[in-house]
């Protein structure tokens, strides 16, 4: 069988290394360049954020909780017991302190606790 490929002849003044890159950029920066030039960046942190909530204040206590939302650097997070709802209260600038230290930017400035 032959190879039905042909190769075509250079046209004239064409380079022959045109099609090799000497600077190539990975996926990975260009999605970061992505992000960063859109808004999408502090949303994402604004994600990353509500699941370190979960971390913060431990695995019960979150169970007992709504899942966090984030709205301008304010979390909301719904809690229906009145006595966990107030001692949160009292902790959240510790709580959003902490997550602030995971997330590595001062994502969240306030939280919260609704019922």
Do not use: W, Y
């Amino acid at each position: 069988m032959e190879n039905s490929r042909r190769s075509r002849p250079n046209p004239p003044g064409a380079d022959t290394n045109a099609m090799e890159r000497k600077d190539f950029t990975t996926i990975a920066d260009v999605l970061r360049e992505c992000l960063e030039s859109s808004a999408m960046q502090e949303r994402l942190e604004e994600v990353r954020a509500c699941d370190a909530f979960a971390a913060v204040v431990g695995r019960g206590i979150s169970s007992l909780c709504s899942k966090p939302t984030m709205k301008r650097g304010v979390m909301s997070v719904g809690v229906n017991n009145a006595s966990l709802r107030s001692e949160l209260h009292m902790r959240r600038s510790s709580i959003a302190a902490a997550i602030n230290e995971i997330s590595g930017k001062e994502t969240v400035k306030d939280i919260i606790f609704k019922s």
